[in-house]
């Protein structure tokens, strides 16, 4: 069944609440040709038929192989309604090499334009300046629509609104329940008065733990509503303003699992009290824990 995934928006940009990520599609960084391809495809044309239309990967991923996936998911049911995000590693953030990392995303694709282009990690090596002026040209000739960045806390996402005439629109960085660092060091804070849409990713956590049985306040809010941990974790992080995530899975039954984390809302007392009372910066170890299904969650990055 297709739901209507609802969007979030700062000026001028928005995107839905709950995006796929790609991280491991084709293999991790480098490609796995043991890989199930088909599997992986038809995963992406799965969450598509089911309502998801924010789709998101990186030329880093299985050396470009799950841009390749997302390409032919395009071939197969085409772009429209489909919005497309990718990210240019750390070692091309020069100038010119940014611009050919752009057309090889483009080329892998096989699209004209990129809706959202990321810095994927910042690279103190090359001067943030010259990345932004990149994505600028890339902005100016239509490459892209939007440009944002990945893992940037405020000292960069200050430094880098100065070096861009058009502006940053998402900064994508791990946050969920048990990973909040970025908000303890006011990134969260900064993006929302700046007008800077976060995309969080591992919202069920850096292996996948808040999607187990084992943590106690976690299964007590689960039971209260009748979800899964995973589904309470994915709704508390949407709950949260000004932020969307993304989820990935190539399991149909985790697909559905996390569709089933909208829809509804946690009270703003247990949204409080999710805050208070999980540890900030920490992860959750429930090793003994089963997890929620059969098959092990994967986390997303």
């Not at 990186?58 to 841009?67: L, T």
């Not at 590693?89 to 050919?100: K, N």
């Not at 892998?108 to 990129?114: C, D």
């Not at 998402?170 to 969260?188: D, I, K, P």
């Amino acid at each position: 069944m297709k739901i209507e995934i609802p969007t979030k928006s700062v000026p001028g940009f928005s995107l839905p609440v709950l995006g796929l990520g790609t991280w491991r599609m084709g293999g991790e960084v480098n490609r796995d040709p043991a890989n199930d391809d088909a599997r992986d495809i038809a995963a992406i044309v799965a969450a598509i038929d089911a309502g998801v239309t924010h789709i998101d990967t990186a030329e880093v991923y299985a050396e470009g192989w799950a841009e390749r996936f997302v390409g032919e998911v395009i071939r197969q049911r085409g772009r429209q309604g489909i919005f497309i995000t990718s990210k240019v590693l750390a070692t091309h953030l020069r100038h010119d090499d940014v611009i050919a990392a752009c057309r090889g995303s483009l080329e892998r694709i096989g699209i004209k334009q990129l809706d959202l282009y990321l810095v994927h990690a910042p690279n103190r090596e090359v001067p943030l300046n010259e990345t932004m002026r990149a994505l600028d040209w890339l902005r100016e000739h239509e490459l892209i629509r939007f440009a944002g960045v990945s893992n940037f806390h405020v000292p960069l996402l200050e430094e880098a609104v100065t070096h861009t005439k058009y502006g940053i629109v998402n900064n994508q960085f791990h946050y969920s329940l048990s990973a909040r660092a970025y908000e303890e060091n006011g990134t969260v804070e900064f993006c929302r008065r700046h007008g800077i849409l976060v995309t969080a990713y591992r919202p069920i956590g850096r292996s996948g733990e808040l999607s187990r049985h084992g943590v106690r306040l976690l299964d007590e809010i689960s039971e209260k509503y009748g979800k899964t941990p995973a589904q309470v974790a994915v709704n508390w992080v949407v709950a949260q303003p000004n932020v969307v995530t993304l989820v990935k899975t190539s399991d149909p039954r985790h697909l559905q699992e996390d569709l089933g984390a909208l829809g509804w809302q946690l009270a703003p007392d247990d949204v409080t009290r999710l805050r208070d009372e999980f540890p900030q910066g920490q992860t959750i170890n429930v090793p003994d824990a089963p997890p929620t299904s059969p098959h092990r969650r994967t986390s997303y990055y």
